[in-house]
């Protein structure tokens, strides 16, 4: 027997609500199966990733430039993305570029307690800043030789005044060396100048994202010699100073930087 729409049935309405269910279910597993392909393969960070590069694109209208250097996949393997620091959207932007997940290296005083849901999901890997604690540099030496991504911010903190490249801590070269893992050097410009973590993430830019190149030091084993390149190449491409005096400590009054080394 034919279905036909008939107003008076309550066939018809019982019919017309599966339909509208079936549509939502549908609708949901599209978008989770979309999610699923995702950087970790996992639909709640797949959906973080889907709004980082939404973020990117309409809030900062980034572009990224040299893309076909970055792996097109999920799992590139061993990798140590290392880029300069100039406003709290850098690691969004970044990660908005790639397919695979970037997990950061981040200052264990920034990581405020009622944003532990946040780095759990991002699954940062805390650091003190007195560099005594070698346990940070382990974990993330471990992560790479497991075939991972680590991304490290070698400035130490957003860079003020911008446009400067500032002295990169020593523990990039140090984990390069020992995780023997190339590094996928990246020059980020033109994002909103602040300290605020809010404010930089929701003011508009035109956000460029350069993936310079990348780089095996081979069995290279000077962590020095491996920060000094790194950071005299990025000086080279930006076209901006060296400025070899360190950064002063953070304003207190200023909103922490949740992603520092």
Request: aromatic content about 8%; overall charge positive.
């Amino acid at each position: 027997m034919p279905l036909s729409w008939d107003p008076a049935q309550p066939r018809s309405w019982l019919l017309a609500l599966l339909i509208w269910l079936a549509l939502i279910l549908l609708h949901r597993l599209t978008l989770y199966r979309a999610f699923r392909r995702g950087p970790r393969g996992d639909a709640v960070t797949g959906f973080a990733w889907y709004i980082a590069r939404i973020v990117g694109r309409l809030v900062h209208h980034v572009t990224f430039e040299n893309a076909g250097i970055v792996p097109d996949t999920n799992d590139p393997g061993g990798l140590i993305v290392v880029s300069n620091h100039t406003g709290p959207v850098d690691p969004v932007l970044i990660q908005a570029g790639c397919r695979f997940h970037i997990r950061w290296m981040m200052a264990s005083d920034m990581m405020t307690p009622g944003a532990d849901w946040v780095w759990r999901l991002a699954d940062v890997i805390p650091v003190e800043r007195s560099g005594r604690d070698l346990t940070p540099t382990r974990e993330a030496i471990r992560h790479v030789k497991a075939g991972k991504v680590l991304g490290i911010f070698p400035e130490g903190r957003i860079v003020t005044p911008p446009r400067e490249i500032r002295p990169f801590a020593s523990g990039v070269g140090l984990i390069i060396a020992r995780a023997k893992a190339p590094v996928l050097l990246c020059w980020v410009s033109g994002t909103p100048e602040t300290l605020d973590t809010v404010r930089g993430i929701i003011t508009p830019s035109r956000a460029r994202v350069r993936f310079v190149e990348r780089i095996d030091f081979g069995g290279e084993t000077d962590a020095e010699a491996i920060t000094r390149t790194l950071r005299q190449r990025l000086a080279e491409v930006s076209g901006w100073p060296l400025n070899d005096d360190p950064l002063p400590p953070r304003p207190a009054e200023r909103r922490p930087d949740p992603f520092l080394v």
